[in-house]
């Protein structure tokens, strides 16, 4: 079986399974919730793209609160998972390290947004923000627009609200090393930040202070969107302030966990 029609019989499969029972003393639901991940990229292939669909994957197994349904990594395997049917019978859409127009066609590009604007939830990592330039419903959800980025490098991050599921279990400050995007069409009116920096990234521009975003939420009508920046190199998925970071992003786009999603949350004192 070739890897598109084994991932459709992946999704078809997993849909109509049943469900296993939550850990315990996780918030669980005693049904986990069904997330799609999307690795397809029509730009830049990123070599982490399967490390962090299988990241998704086991997160979701310790938790017990979401089971990953199906993998697609081909423009005609995502349009036969994300059409008005399937989309149904699914909980969240995560964007692992995608790039440029994956080619959904205009029904179920049109699928896609009423499912989320109905409820459904959104996830994406690094280059997710790297996707559907000029798509005004993409930039709608994601509401930031990859522009650039320096070498990779360790940067320290801070935390922008310390109750919310995403980064409540980390320090308020932190360091990785990563390839750190900066961006366009960015507006912390706009969003609930999460994590940023005061910093510019670029190595040759430290000195220049201001407000350089790394994750945020959004919501669209009744949908939830959770973006994180992070993400491109292989060893961040082993960081254990990254998969807390992941998890409780996750957790909060499917409703599991509460989170405050009010835009143009104020710039915390560093």
């Given at each position: 079986?070739?890897?598109?029609?084994?991932?459709l019989?992946?999704?078809?499969?997993?849909?109509?399974?049943?469900?296993?029972?939550?850990?315990?003393g996780?918030?669980?639901?005693k049904?986990?919730?069904?997330?799609?991940?999307?690795?397809?990229a029509?730009?830049?292939?990123?070599?982490?793209?399967?490390?962090a669909a299988?990241?998704?994957?086991?997160?979701?197994?310790q938790?017990?609160?979401?089971?990953?349904?199906?993998v697609?990594?081909?423009?005609?395997?995502?349009n036969q998972a994300?059409?008005?049917?399937?989309?149904?019978s699914?909980?969240?859409?995560?964007?692992?390290?995608?790039?440029?127009?994956?080619?959904?066609?205009?029904?179920?590009?049109?699928?896609?947004?009423?499912?989320?604007?109905?409820?459904?939830a959104?996830?994406?990592?690094?280059s997710?923000?790297?996707?559907?330039?000029?798509?005004?419903?993409?930039?709608?959800?994601?509401?930031?627009?990859?522009?650039?980025?320096?070498?990779?490098v360790?940067?320290?991050?801070?935390?922008?609200?310390?109750?919310?599921?995403?980064?409540?279990?980390?320090?308020a400050?932190?360091?990785?090393?990563d390839?750190?995007?900066?961006?366009?069409?960015?507006?912390?009116s706009r969003?609930h930040v999460?994590?940023?920096m005061?910093r510019?990234?670029?190595?040759?521009?430290?000195d220049?202070a201001?407000?350089?975003?790394?994750?945020?939420?959004?919501?669209?009508?009744?949908?939830?969107?959770?973006?994180?920046?992070?993400?491109?190199?292989e060893?961040?998925?082993?960081n254990?302030?990254?998969?807390?970071?992941?998890?409780?992003?996750?957790?909060?786009a499917?409703g599991?966990?509460?989170?405050?999603?009010?835009?143009?949350?104020?710039?915390?004192?560093?």
């Amino acid at each position: 079986m070739d890897r598109r029609r084994f991932a459709l019989a992946v999704v078809g499969g997993a849909l109509a399974a049943g469900c296993f029972a939550a850990l315990p003393g996780s918030s669980a639901p005693k049904k986990p919730k069904h997330v799609l991940v999307v690795t397809y990229a029509q730009g830049f292939k990123h070599s982490s793209r399967g490390l962090a669909a299988e990241t998704v994957k086991q997160l979701g197994q310790q938790t017990g609160a979401w089971e990953v349904v199906g993998v697609v990594d081909d423009k005609d395997a995502l349009n036969q998972a994300l059409n008005a049917q399937t989309l149904k019978s699914l909980d969240m859409v995560f964007f692992a390290n995608t790039t440029g127009d994956l080619g959904l066609t205009p029904e179920n590009h049109q699928a896609f947004y009423d499912w989320i604007n109905r409820g459904g939830a959104y996830a994406g990592v690094h280059s997710a923000g790297d996707t559907y330039h000029g798509d005004a419903d993409y930039l709608n959800l994601v509401r930031g627009e990859f522009q650039t980025h320096g070498p990779q490098v360790k940067v320290t991050v801070y935390i922008q609200d310390p109750k919310h599921p995403a980064t409540r279990d980390l320090p308020a400050s932190f360091e990785i090393y990563d390839e750190i995007y900066q961006f366009k069409n960015w507006d912390r009116s706009r969003v609930h930040v999460l994590l940023s920096m005061n910093r510019h990234p670029d190595p040759q521009k430290i000195d220049q202070a201001g407000d350089f975003p790394v994750a945020w939420t959004n919501r669209v009508g009744k949908g939830r969107m959770f973006y994180t920046s992070l993400g491109h190199r292989e060893d961040v998925y082993q960081n254990p302030l990254y998969l807390k970071h992941l998890t409780g992003g996750i957790m909060w786009a499917l409703g599991l966990e509460k989170g405050d999603d009010t835009p143009g949350n104020p710039v915390l004192p560093k």
